[in-house]
């Protein structure tokens, strides 16, 4: 299929990417792709996940399907895309985040402005590969 032959998406199908629909699903898992990563990593995990789980995963301006926008260098800007784009997947059922390296940075900054916004809140937040806010570690880091 050539591109210009490929259906369109919305503006939210392009920056959210979930390949297993599931309208069973009593939960909905949200991915923060790490620097680099795309949202393909993790939108197959509807895949091999329980029928009662729905996931769905970022997509970063500049990589895949939003390869000729711009990469975006303030994460300000891109959490309020996210949030924005997030609205009407997360209305509907209870949803978690997860996020390894930058993703983990993504998803909490997210989560604090759902919070922030008296927004529906992510039931957990996973991350990974970080050094968490609250560590003294955290005021050695250069910035």
């Not at 369109?8 to 959210?16: G, Q, W």
């Not at 699903?25 to 990593?41: E, N, Y």
């Not at 939108?43 to 990589?63: F, Y």
């Not at 959490?79 to 985040?97: E, G, N, S, T, Y």
Request: glycine share 6%; with cysteine; hydrophobic share 35%.
């Amino acid at each position: 299929m050539e591109r210009g032959d490929q259906p369109k998406r919305t503006r939210n199908e392009n920056i959210f990417n979930c390949l297993y629909k599931n309208p069973e699903a009593t939960f909905k898992l949200i991915c923060f792709p790490w620097m680099g990563g795309g949202s393909t990593h993790f939108a197959k995990w509807g895949q091999d996940t329980h029928d009662l789980l729905e996931v769905h995963s970022l997509r970063l301006p500049g990589r895949e399907s939003r390869v000729e926008e711009p990469l975006e260098n303030d994460i300000s800007q891109l959490v309020d895309q996210v949030v924005c784009a997030l609205q009407p997947v997360i209305q509907d059922k209870p949803f978690a985040f997860f996020g390894p390296s930058m993703g983990s940075h993504i998803a909490f900054r997210t989560a604090l402005d759902l919070k922030e916004n008296n927004q529906p809140e992510p039931l957990h937040l996973f991350l990974s590969s970080v050094t968490p806010v609250h560590s003294k570690a955290w005021h050695r880091i250069p910035k």
